[in-house]
């Protein structure tokens, strides 16, 4: 078979004429040329003697009754021809089944085009519909809306002293706070009263634009959704509360500080006018020098960039991350330790969050992060590869990461520990709170997060600077049934630190907010005593 095969293909070779078939061959791609010639829609004669064609605009025209498709030319000679002396050449480019399939593939493809874009800009821009307000009486509604600002702040804080004994809410875990009680009394005052009226003087990006990505995101998330509120924020600021400054300490680094030159003041000067001028334009900031006003920064540089104006850093509400009660800027009880929260996704804040069983713990504690201030050393100095059970790392190095990442040591250690750095505050004890890991804090002057409403001592652990050569020692005083607890108490707070796109009660926005309205609150009480 293979022999017979072998002969067909040589006389195939040796004996075709190729020069016929190349003959025939041209004869046949004239002939098609001819023929597709003669099919166009117009004379050859017209294609070839129009005068030269300027193509000034085009035209798509919808054809209702066969659906299809022309492209309409509308054209102008050299000369300035009339269009009674010429008749413009109109090109139906449906004339032929190929064009009309292309013409199809093309349209299919532009509405998926569209459609798509259409849903990513509906995902980018899509309204956020906040939960609906608290329901309260006609009669309520009358009584508060006669109430002037100062007269609300008496009437809350009357109500705030006479709160109902709360034993049992379905929103709060009593064990994680210090009174529930006044808490939950002191929230629904907030609810139904507070009134914040945001400035709108000054330009982007340093304001009105937040910074949401990061270890400085805090105060992007805050000045987002602040801005976003429907019911706190107010226009009218005779019937404000509060008044928000709305700048973001990390743009303004990016801004106006000069890489390398180590010189704060052009970031102190900037506030210092900007203040200046709405206590020139507005009465507000004159009335209460400041006392009613507050600020969000999450940036290290926050404290030090106020220094240069004195009723900024003596009498206004700062929110600030380095809440270091150390330094004599961060004030306790008048000022909010502003929790530091590093978020990677916009779009999904709270990727990753949730861990393992207590079962499935089996490291004792971790650590993992640069070296800088004086904490981090002394750590690494005393248990760094030292003990199997202490996983304690500088940066966590390329051969562990492999095996298990960081997100993974932490979801799957007992004790995460926080030292501070060059600051006292620190991302990783939020961390530690969405990855159910009981945190261990080491920062002697840090003042801890809403911690007038939560008692950290349920849900984390707080070892001096000087007991670090003990830490071990110290964690393991700690008994299974106590350790169980915590580790539900982490799991239990840490709704009140989600950052969510659509704010929830008792979530972070509104955490962080209530330890605003509740620092106004001690200031009017205070003012009213003098």
Not at 74 to 100: C, E, G, I, Y
Not at 138 to 149: G, K, M, N
């Amino acid at each position: 078979m293979r022999k017979f095969l072998r002969r067909i293909i040589a006389v195939l070779i040796f004996r075709v004429n190729w020069k016929k078939l190349f003959v025939v061959g041209t004869i046949l791609t004239v002939f098609r040329v001819v023929f597709q010639i003669y099919s166009l829609p117009n004379p050859l004669t017209e294609w070839i003697s129009s005068p030269p064609l300027d193509v000034s605009s085009y035209q798509r025209l919808i054809n209702h009754g066969n659906k299809s498709r022309e492209l309409e030319l509308s054209v102008t000679s050299d000369n300035q021809l009339k269009m009674s002396k010429h008749v413009p050449a109109v090109v139906l480019l449906n004339s032929t089944a190929r064009t009309n399939r292309l013409m199809r593939v093309m349209e299919r493809r532009a509405r998926l085009l569209r459609r798509r874009r259409r849903k990513k800009q509906a995902r980018i821009v899509e309204k956020i519909v906040y939960p609906p307000p608290p329901v309260v009486p006609d009669h309520l509604q009358r009584f508060i809306a006669s109430l002037t600002p100062n007269e609300a702040l008496a009437y809350a804080r009357r109500e705030i002293e006479q709160a109902p004994i709360v034993t049992d809410d379905p929103d709060l875990y009593a064990p994680l706070f210090r009174n529930i009680s006044n808490f939950k009394r002191s929230y629904e005052m907030m609810e139904l009263l507070l009134k914040v009226y945001i400035y709108d003087e000054g330009d982007r990006p340093i304001f009105h634009e937040p910074h949401l990505l990061g270890i400085y995101s805090s105060e992007g998330w805050f000045m987002k959704l602040m801005e976003e509120n429907p019911y706190f924020v107010t226009r009218d600021p005779e019937k404000a509360h509060l008044f928000y400054l709305p700048y973001s300490s990390r743009q303004l680094q990016m801004a106006v500080y000069v890489p390398g030159s180590h010189n704060l003041r052009p970031l102190s000067e900037f506030l210092r006018d900007y203040v200046n001028m709405l206590a020139a334009k507005y009465p507000f900031w004159n009335r209460t020098h400041g006392t009613d006003h507050f600020i969000v920064a999450c940036h290290d540089w926050g404290p030090y960039i106020l220094k240069d104006h004195e009723e900024l850093i003596r009498n206004t509400i700062k929110a600030l991350c380095n809440a270091d009660i150390s330094e004599g800027i961060f004030k306790a009880g008048k000022d909010v330790s502003l929790p530091e929260t590093a978020i990677r996704n916009i779009g999904k804040p709270l990727v990753n969050v949730g861990g393992k069983r207590v079962s499935q713990r089996p490291i004792l504690a971790f650590f993992a992060g640069n070296m800088h201030g004086p904490v981090r050393p002394k750590l690494l100095k005393y248990w760094s590869d030292r003990d199997e059970d202490m996983k304690i790392y500088g940066p966590l190095p390329t051969s562990v990461s492999r095996i298990m990442s960081y997100p993974d040591h932490m979801k799957s250690s007992k004790f995460c520990l926080c030292p501070m750095g060059f600051e006292v505050n620190s991302p990783r004890i939020v961390e530690a709170i969405y990855y159910e890991c009981v945190p261990v804090i080491i920062a002697d002057n840090l003042a801890l997060p809403f911690d007038e409403v939560l008692d950290w001592s349920a849900f984390s652990l707080i070892v001096s600077e000087e007991d670090i050569p003990k830490l071990k020692e110290i964690l393991l005083s700690i008994p299974l049934r106590r350790y169980q607890v915590m580790q539900n108490n982490v799991k239990r707070v840490q709704k009140h630190f989600h950052w969510n796109a659509m704010p929830f009660r008792f979530d972070l926005f509104h955490m962080i907010l209530h330890s605003i309205w509740s620092r106004r609150l001690n200031q009017f009480q205070e003012s009213q005593i003098s």
